[in-house]
């Protein structure tokens, strides 16, 4: 098994190019925007990080408790789901049949605990506007062929990252999102 390794920062021409770089996803094609969206998160996610820290940054200079109880509520909710996904076979089931659903449980168990903590807001702001800015950049991002051979490595698993190793714990992997592409395409249909 290769050890993990933390993708290089890409520089700010290949992150952000001009706009002949980036199109808007196909909807009608799931399976080619599932696998820009996953290949964008694995090439990209030095980049994506120090998005969100930016945010985070920002966001905690101006809130510093509720950002502090946001992070703790949310790591606290994302360990016990991997933590039950491990030991419960029922949940362990469900994250495997129904992974987008299992992640969208997650993201609403951790606004609850947080809305009845009072930091709604510091939760909009610090941990869902760096998600909307990662999620869009990896829509609408199209492929080099850099990005391609990259993930084509890590896939065969002659190298491993961080955020290859979350979406497999949040049971994502591309095997998982082809099902999910396979039933909304299915649904699409009829």
Same mark, same amino acid.
């Given at each position: 098994m290769a050890k993990v390794e933390l993708t290089p920062l890409r520089p700010w021409d290949d992150f952000f190019p001009g706009a002949e770089r980036f199109a808007k996803p196909d909807v009608k094609d799931l399976a080619k925007w599932n696998n820009r969206v996953v290949s964008n998160l694995l090439y990209y996610q030095t980049n994506y990080l120090a998005l969100a820290i930016v945010v985070f940054l920002i966001v905690g200079f101006l809130n510093p408790v509720g950002m502090f109880t946001a992070m703790a509520v949310v790591s606290c909710v994302f360990l016990g789901s991997v933590w039950a996904g491990e030991n419960r076979a029922v949940i362990n089931n469900f994250k495997r049949q129904n992974p987008t659903a299992f992640v969208i449980a997650v993201m609403v168990a951790s606004y609850m605990l947080i809305s009845l903590l009072g930091s709604v807001m510091v939760f909009m *702001?610090?941990? *869902?506007?760096? %998600?909307? %800015?990662?999620?869009?950049?990896?829509?609408?991002?199209?492929?080099?062929? !850099?990005?391609?051979?990259?993930? !084509?490595?890590?896939?065969?698993?002659?190298?491993?990252?961080?955020?290859?190793?979350? %979406?497999?714990?949040?049971?994502?992997?591309?095997?998982?999102?082809?099902?999910?592409?396979?039933?909304?395409?299915?649904?699409? !249909?009829?």
């Open positions: *702001t610090a941990i *869902t506007l760096p %998600l909307a %800015l990662i999620c869009a950049h990896a829509s609408f991002r199209l492929r080099n062929m !850099k990005n391609k051979l990259e993930n !084509k490595i890590e896939g065969a698993g002659l190298k491993r990252s961080p955020m290859g190793i979350l %979406l497999e714990a949040l049971g994502q992997q591309e095997e998982n999102l082809h099902k999910i592409q396979s039933f909304l395409e299915g649904k699409l !249909k009829e």
